[in-house]
Structure formats: C-alpha cells, structure tokens
C-alpha cells in the first residue's frame, strides 16, 4: 500500500539552528515526491518536488531510495520557516496525492 | 491566471441537517479536481477525486458525496451530518499534465453539533 510517514508532529527549534522534517515512504515503483507548506492563515502550497532537485526558500530535500525517506532540511532556521509541513507522494500516472500527517516547525528567536 | 475559490469558509449544522460546500476554478479548462479533510494528527485525506464532469472516484467509504456539475465545480454534499464529519475542508486542482503540483482552496471548517 502507498503511505507517507512523518514521526514527528512538533519540531521546536531556534533560529539559526539546522532542521530536519523526517519522512518515510511505502510505494512499490518509483514515487514522485513533494514538500508542501501551509503557514498561518495562508493556503497549502507546494514547496519542493524531488524531481526538480531545486532548493527552495534555503530547504532541500534528498529522495533516498535505499531507506525509503524523503527527509526535508535546511540548515539555518528562520522564524519565518514556522509553518506546518506535509510530505505527500503521487501516485503512478495520476494526480492522486497522498498525503502524511504532517509536522508543525516552531522556529524560536 | 487560475483561481480556486471555496465556500463557505466555515459552518456549524446540527446533526442530521444536509451539507453542501461548493468550489470552483478560474482560469483553467478541464482540471483534475480534489475534496480533501484536514484533521488534526491525521493529516490530509483525499476522500473524492475527479478528471471530469460526471466522473468522481471516491477515495474513503464515508458519509458525504461529491458531484462535478460543471467542468469548473465541485460539490462536497451529504444528506445527513453525523457528528465525526466535523473538519477541516480542503478543495484542490490540479492540470491534468501530471506536474502533481496541486492548488487548494482556502478551506471550509464545519462544525457539526
């Protein structure tokens, strides 16, 4: 069955320090993976595709294959980071995303 | 440009009273188009999905259906609330390209009493 995972609800960390949004993945194939970002009072919207190997906003996210992750990192935290974050995969030739629980950053000044 | 637009924003209904929350796009022609829940430690759960008019697949076995009138609409509907349909409503498009980038609506919170 396809899942996305993401152990953490709340990551709390300060300003400047490196952060690390876990995810994990189920899929039998090659996925498609994403990073969406709903800050507050603001729409969900994509952040970053693996596909596109772009960094956005300074986070990057690498597609491990071997241990099935998709982790999302940055390595100076912002206050304006705090935001929650889904890591959603696609299924094959559809549009179907699937969506984690999702893990709300605090950033602390 | 494209733009989703979703109402209501929110919606308190007793138990047993209908549902209807609508969305529709602008700007686009035959999206692909999305009613996803937004629960608090559960995530997003895609519960209808649809590549055209007439045509929804519904994802979850639940209480609530979805109609696709128009190319650009999108209807969440239920005859009955029950009190767990209480949540966060999220309305979605996407081009039928397969970018899986998707665009959501601002949301419909509904409180069911």
């Known amino acids: 069955a396809q899942r996305v995972t993401q152990p953490e609800k709340l990551l709390s960390v300060f300003k400047g320090a490196p952060v690390e949004l876990k995810c994990n993945y189920s899929?039998?194939?090659?996925?498609?993976l994403f990073w969406y970002v709903q800050y507050s009072r603001q729409r969900l919207q994509l952040l970053l595709r693996?596909?596109s190997r772009e960094s956005i906003k300074g986070f990057t996210a690498d597609l491990n294959k071997g241990e099935t992750s998709f982790h999302l990192k940055k390595p100076f935290a912002q206050e304006e980071d705090s935001a929650m974050y889904y890591c959603?995969?696609?299924?094959?030739?559809?549009?179907?995303?699937?969506f984690g629980t999702g893990t709300r950053l605090q950033v602390f000044p | 440009s494209q733009t989703i637009h979703q109402w209501p924003a929110t919606l308190v209904q007793p138990v047993g009273s209908p549902l209807s929350l609508e969305c529709t796009v602008e700007?686009?022609?035959?999206?692909?188009l999305y009613w996803y829940r937004q629960a608090a430690g559960r995530g997003l759960q895609l519960l209808f999905y649809?590549?055209?008019?007439?045509?929804i697949s519904s994802e979850v076995p639940q209480n609530l259906s979805a109609s696709r009138p128009q190319d650009r609409q999108f209807i969440l509907s239920s005859k009955k609330l029950l009190l767990s349909d209480s949540g966060f409503y999220l309305c979605?498009?996407?081009?039928?390209?397969?970018?899986?980038?998707?665009?959501f609506g601002e949301g419909s919170r509904l409180t069911v009493l």
């Open positions: 979605a498009w996407s081009s039928t390209r397969g970018t899986g980038e998707l665009f």
């Open positions: 899929y039998s194939g090659s996925p498609e």
């Open positions: 693996h596909i």
């Open positions: 959603a995969l696609v299924s094959y030739n559809t549009d179907k995303l699937i």
């Open positions: 700007g686009t022609s035959n999206p692909n």
């Open positions: 649809s590549v055209g008019i007439g045509q």
